[in-house]
C-alpha cells in the first residue's frame, strides 16, 4: 500500500464483519477459485479479504459485482500501462461481473494531482472530447463487448450537472487535513508550491462517481489507492457498502526507470502499430522483460514461472518472445509473425532500408538538434533528448551524436537516417 493512502484505510473496520481466513474453509470452493484468481497479481486488497465476502454476499444475493475502473482522457493512446488494469477488469467480467468503465471526462478537465509537483494544464471540454472519441474501440480489444458485462459512463453525467449544494455536501465529508496527509500534496505544500482549489476536489470527485454508479469494487493502479479509498470512505458517509479497493502494480516504462506515461516518452500504445509495439518491447532490458512478462501477457501464473526460467537461460529469445505475445494480444498472430521477420530483418541483420523509413520534412536554415529529435517524435521532451544523446542512444546515418553534436544547415541533412535506439529512425528530407 502506498503512502497516500493512509487516512482512509483507517476506515476499514466497516468491513471487519466479513470474518476471518478461517471461515474461508467453509465457502464453496467456486468462489475460492474465483477470488484466488481475482486477487492475483494484484498488489493490494483493502480491506483484507474484503473482495471474498463480497462475493460470497453479491452470489447470495443472486447478483454480479459492479467493478469500477475510471481513466481520464489525458492523451488520444492508452498504453500497456493501463491494460495491466483492463485485463484484471476483463477477468471479472469471465467471472459474469459487470464492469463500469468511466471515461472521465469530466476530472480529466482537472487533472489527477497524484504524482505531481505542480499545477496540471487545465484541458477543456473539448481536449477531453477528442482524446476519448477512440478509447472505446482501444478498450475493446480487450474487455468484452457485451452489455450484460459492460457498463461505460461518463463521469460529466453527475458531475456536470451537480448544483452547488449539493457539491457543498461532498465537499463536507472530507478535511483540508486529510487531503494534506497525501506524500504528493504534503510535499507541494512544505515547499511552498501551489496547490489549487481544483486539485484538492480531484480525489472528492473521484469518491463521488463510486457513489453515483453503486461500486462494488474499484480498481486501480497503486499509485491510485488513496483517491480510490476517498470513494470507499464516501459510501461509508452516505450509508452504502463500501467499494473494495483493488489495486494492480504499475508497469515499468521501456526505460525502466519510471512508471510507462506519454509525457516521459517511455510507452507502448495499445493501437500502435504491430511493428512499432514489437520493436519497442525488443529494446527494454532482460531484467524488464520479466516485468512486462508478468504484466502485459496475460499469462497464467504458470505460463510466468516457465518463461522467467527460459528468459535466464536463453534472455533474446525469450525477448522475442513476449515481443510476439504482446503483438498477438492486440493484431494477432499473423501481424506477430510479420513485425518478428521485420524486426530481424531491419536490426539482428543491421539493414535500415530508409525508403522504408517515415520521412521527416527540416525546416530550412541551422538545425538544433535537441529540437529536431523533439519535432521528429523520436523523443517525448527536450529532457528526453538530452537523456537519450547522454546515454549515446542518437545515431545519424550510423555516426552516434551526444549532447555537443551540430549538424549544420538542413540541407546537410537530406537522405540522412536520425536514429534513436535500435527500434525508431526517421529519414530526413530538407525543406
Known sequence: MNSDAHSPAADQSADQSAGSSAEAATMDPAILDEYAELVAGTADELPGEGLLHRLVAARAEGRPLRVKLGIDPSGTDLTLGHAVVLRKLRQFQDYGHRAVLIIGDFTGQV???????????????????????????????????????LEVRRNSEWLG????????????MMTVARLLERDDFAKRYKAGQPISLMEFMYPLMQGMDSVFIDADVELGG???????????????HLGHDPQIVVTVPLLRGTDGADKMGKSLGNFIAIGEAPSEQYGKVMSISDELAGHYAELCCAWSRAEVASYLERLASEPFAAKHEIARRIVELYWGTSAATEASEKWTRRFSERTIDAEELPAFTV?????????????????????????????????????????????????????????????QAVRLVAG
Not at 497503486?222 to 461509508?236: E, H, I, K, S
Not at 533528448?385 to 547522454?390: C, H, V
Open 111 to 149: 487533472g489527477d494531482p497524484t504524482g505531481r509537483s505542480e499545477v496540471r494544464k487545465v484541458q477543456t471540454a473539448d481536449d477531453t472530447a477528442a482524446n476519448s472519441a477512440t478509447y472505446l474501440d482501444q478498450v475493446k480489444r480487450i474487455l468484452l463487448d457485451d452489455p450484460e458485462v
Open 363 to 423: 525546416a530550412p536554415g541551422s538545425v538544433d538538434l535537441v529540437e529536431l529529435l523533439v519535432a521528429s517524435g523520436l523523443v517525448a521532451s527536450k529532457g528526453d533528448a538530452r537523456r537519450q544523446l547522454t546515454q549515446g542512444g542518437i545515431r545519424l546515418d550510423g555516426t552516434k551524436l551526444d549532447a555537443e553534436s551540430q549538424l549544420g544547415d538542413a540541407s546537410d541533412l537530406d537522405g540522412k537516417v536520425l536514429q534513436r535506439g535500435k527500434r
Open 222 to 236: 497503486t499509485d491510485q489507492t488513496y483517491n480510490n479509498l476517498v470513494g470507499r470512505q464516501l459510501q461509508q
Open 161 to 172: 450537472s451537480m448544483d452547488f449544494s449539493q457539491l457543498l455536501g461532498f465537499t463536507r
